[in-house]
């Protein structure tokens, strides 16, 4: 994934941070940080929903290559609705396929 | 003592002896979107989203959740949501709100249990709005792409609307594909649990269920559906919320329907060519015909004409109200009634938009009519004309008002060149001040 964009989208954490950071190691990829714009360069990026609405994710993703969705815990979300939310898009994903994704559990990792 | 009177008895001696916020519809009534995983209490209300996961656990999920839950809360303790600012923007300007024709839905003592229960007790409803899909044949100037498919094929073909700063629910700028979750031929979790609540509990507490689209006649849900509810033994009413418009198949509806009874409630603000301004894709005379169907039919118990009363639909109200009329006096008073609701968002569409002036002139011509038509209306309609009188007399304009002002010229603009239409043709009146925006 050197010469793709790659989103990783968790909880509004460090972990997402953290995660995303691995997850390039992993793939060859650049590691570029939080980012809630339209990316220009190659590389992993990440956000969550509650940095985003859902409607912008559903926007943003469409300038990717593929996403990683991070299998988190409910009681990382402070703000519960933004874990529904999140569980939501992952839905929307999984039956449109708008782009290819993957869910990585860090837990086995 | 007159209707108005009694709702503020009601209201004084009902609701706000609990708290001057409490209102029953975030214990007994829902708006529930099951293609896109969302509910909100009433249809003034902004949805959130619906944990699938809890819902597999527990239907009432489906209505009772984390935010309604801590809305709940907030009304018990006198603070009013922020989410149900249409009620207390009436209340401030001295109307009677939903809050109050909403809890009258439910009776005193079943309002007495939710003032007393735990906020975090999950209720049954009464009152449900469901949504199986966004499917619709039309594409109305004040809705989007959340619940019409031609919404969403204006944006996936024209793209978003530029130049439209109030836009802040971004109405215009997206396809709202997350708003469909699923795949019509997809098994849907949130469906499933709508069914089950129904087999367990719902079909003894719902008083009325309404089925609401997109347009419901056209969703692939909606013919198992109607097979479904018929082999159910409930005392719920059916509603069922269509436009009425082409490509509805109004006769099969009634023949399907056979010794059920359902009431029609079909959104219509004015009339002519106004209307088919607004709503894009209805055929006004179209629609009056499929109107007289229903109101012919045994099967429809009555009809109900939804005003969504927006800037552009008060010119020529009182056309629409006349023909109401005119059936009022063919089929009889009771079997066709109004309810008005005066569209809030997209804020440039709202009532306030127009100049001050000739607001305060179309309120005056709407007041005049509905005193010398008083005796055919019944009296809420009558106090819901008063109050949209009312409004439209006393709301100020937003403070951003040369904004929306541009907006809603912005917006028309690109409208009336997607969908072949011309503002200034349809609506001379109002050139003049378009021009000097």
Redesign the interface.
Known sequence: MKDKKVLVIGDPTQETDAMCSLLSGRYSGRYMGLYTKVPKQNGFYHFSLADV???E???LIKHYDHLFFLKTKKENFRD??V???T???L??VK??K?IPYDVFDFAKH | MSSTSQNIEYQLRVLDTKSTSFCGAKWYNATIFLGAGKTMSCHHNPWHDVAYTDVEKNYKALHNTDIKKQQRQQMLDGIRPQGCSYCWDLEDVGSISDRVYKSQLHSERDLDLAFKSDSNQDFDLQVLELHFDKVCQMACSYCHAGYSTTWAQDIKENGPYEDVETDKRLHYKHERRTEQLFKPDQENPFVEAFYKWWDKDLHKTLKELRILGGEPLLSPHIWKFIEWFKSKDTQCSLEIVSNLGPKVDIDKFLTVMSDKQAVIMTSMETSGHHAEYIRDGVDYELWCSNVEKCLESDVVKHVTILFTVNALSLFNMTELLEQVEVWKSQYGKERVNISINILRYPVFQNVTVLPKQQRSELANNLETWCRTHKSTLTDYEYEQLERLVNYCRIVDEPNNITEVRKDFKSFFAQYDQRRNKDINLTFPELKTWLNQI
């Open positions: 609405t859902v409607l994710a559903e926007e519960k609705q874990f529904h939310a569980r939501n898009f839905l929307y039956n449109w708008p």
